[in-house]
């Protein structure tokens, strides 16, 4: 099970206590993610050497998602060569947070950059302020066919909009090449009046194409996990979800079925952006702002 949505911080919320949360379940791996800030490279080196770092010192447990921020151009490809020599498994964007636009062509470059290496790109994908930003996403897919975008969110209570791509894979030349993870949105519709229709919407676009997130700490990563089947999912479909889809999106992970006989097999999830300290761990900042407290984010599955 894959969970690229929780926020793991120094304080109050270390990777140590999400092990200990998650201990006696089924989550066996998680990501561990930043968000780099604009015009600091520093920042972000260290940031992204943190979780690197992190997922060496947790035995696998933890997998780096490192981030750059598409204002820093050159440097910012520069920063995505030296990460992917190093095994970054992911990058992280985060436009609300990064403060940039979908639509700007620093973001197709990085996007680019990133396909090079085969590395697919997290993006927060839920922007009350940018009523737009669905359609951005997929002119960006269109733009960079051969990259791999993750969508966070499912554009919250938007996520209607997803419909779009049921349409685009009846033509020949889509690639499809977007997934979405449904965390926060997946445990707000949980339950409620939109349960049926979110599923059914996600449907459309195709269960192998969907992941879960929790959200964690907002959510805590078990009860996201719950969700999963609460949203009506079949069994196949929950294994999906939980595991395959993500784990294809993963260098070097087994499928589920290579793992039958070393874990059971899935049967509901778990979150998004788990955030890790600093290098050194002393819980200075790696977020965006730079404001202590406030370190990188992280990601678990079984």
């Not at 981030?67 to 520069?78: C, E, I, K, Q, T």
């Not at 940018?130 to 897919?141: R, T």
Request: hydrophobic share 40%; net charge negative.
């Amino acid at each position: 099970m894959l969970d690229p949505e929780s926020q793991i911080v120094a304080v109050p919320h270390p990777p140590e206590a999400y092990r200990a949360l998650v201990k006696d379940s089924q989550i066996t791996h998680a990501a561990a993610i930043t968000i780099a800030p604009h015009g600091n490279l520093r920042r972000t080196r260290v940031c992204n050497d943190a979780v690197m770092q992190l997922a060496k010192d947790s035995a696998g447990f933890f997998y780096p998602v490192c981030s750059v921020h598409p204002a820093d151009g050159l440097v910012a490809s520069r920063e995505i060569d030296r990460i992917a020599s190093q095994g970054a498994a992911w990058l992280k964007l985060h436009p609300n947070t990064q403060r940039f636009d979908v639509a700007d062509r620093a973001v197709v470059k990085v996007v680019r950059k990133a396909a090079e290496y085969g590395m697919p790109v997290l993006f927060d994908a839920y922007s009350p302020w940018d009523a737009n930003q669905p359609g951005k996403f997929v002119n960006l897919a269109a733009a960079v066919p051969e990259s791999r975008l993750i969508l966070a969110h499912a554009h919250g209570p938007g996520f209607a909009q997803l419909l779009i791509y049921d349409i685009l894979a009846r033509y020949p030349g889509w690639q499809r090449n977007v997934w979405i993870d449904i965390s926060v949105t997946g445990p707000m519709m949980a339950g409620g009046p939109f349960a049926e229709q979110f599923a059914w919407v996600l449907r459309k676009m195709g269960t192998d194409r969907v992941v879960f997130g929790s959200d964690y700490p907002v959510d805590h990563p078990l009860t996201a996990m719950r969700s999963v089947a609460e949203l009506g999912f079949t069994d196949e479909e929950q294994a999906a979800i939980l595991h395959d889809n993500a784990a294809a999106l993963l260098p070097g992970h087994k499928s589920r079925e290579e793992n039958e006989d070393e874990r059971p097999a899935c049967s509901a999830g778990a979150g998004e952006d788990l955030e890790a300290p600093p290098a050194g761990g002393r819980g200075e900042s790696c977020s965006p702002s730079g404001s202590p407290g406030t370190s990188p984010p992280v990601v678990p599955w079984c």
